[in-house]
C-alpha cells in the first residue's frame, strides 16, 4: 500500500437501484444489492492506493439493512478507512437513500498480491 493511506480515508459512490437490485417478491433495494454497494465503495476507495501487483478481497462484512428504499431511487454508499493492521483494512460503511440511511456496517478487506498467491496455491 501506498503510504498515503490512512485511517479517516472515505469516499462516496452514488447509484439509481434497478429491477436488477429488487429483493424477491418486493419492489425494494435488496440487502445482497446493498452489500454489493458497500464493497464496490469501499474498493474504490483502498484501489488508488495500490501499489504495482496489489489488490484486495473481501473477508468479513457485518451491515444492519435498517430502512426500505423503493426501486427506481437513488441510494449512496459511504466508506471510510476504520482501521489498518498490518494488510487488513476495516471499513466503516453507510448507505443512504433521499430520506436518511438505510443500512450501515463494518467491511473488512485484506490486500494480496495475485501472482504471489496463485505461486503459493501451486505449492
Same mark, same amino acid.
Given at each position: 500500500m501506498k503510504p498515503e493511506f490512512r485511517e479517516?480515508?472515505? !469516499? &462516496?459512490? +452514488?447509484? %439509481? !437501484? !434497478?429491477? #436488477?437490485? =429488487? @429483493?424477491p417478491h418486493v419492489a425494494v433495494f435488496s440487502t445482497p444489492a446493498m452489500v454489493a454497494l458497500m464493497e =464496490?465503495?469501499?474498493? @474504490?476507495? %483502498?484501489?488508488?492506493?495500490?501499489e504495482e501487483?496489489? *489488490?484486495s478481497v473481501g473477508v468479513k462484512i457485518c451491515v444492519s439493512h435498517i430502512a426500505a428504499t423503493s426501486i427506481g431511487r437513488k441510494v449512496r454508499? =459511504?466508506? !471510510?478507512?476504520q482501521a489498518i493492521a498490518g494488510r487488513r483494512i476495516t471499513?466503516? %460503511? &453507510?448507505?443512504?437513500? &433521499?430520506?436518511?440511511?438505510?443500512? +450501515?456496517?463494518?467491511?473488512? =478487506?485484506?490486500?494480496? *498480491?495475485?501472482?504471489?498467491? @496463485? @505461486?503459493? #496455491?501451486? &505449492?
Open positions: 479517516g480515508l472515505s !469516499t &462516496e459512490l +452514488e447509484m %439509481v !437501484t !434497478t429491477e #436488477a437490485d =429488487r @429483493a =464496490r465503495t469501499s474498493v @474504490a476507495l %483502498v484501489k488508488p492506493y495500490f501487483g496489489e *489488490n454508499c =459511504r466508506s !471510510t478507512v471499513f466503516a %460503511v &453507510e448507505a443512504y437513500n &433521499e430520506k436518511g440511511k438505510i443500512g +450501515e456496517g463494518t467491511h473488512e =478487506r485484506v490486500i494480496i *498480491n495475485p501472482q504471489k498467491s @496463485a @505461486a503459493k #496455491a501451486q &505449492e
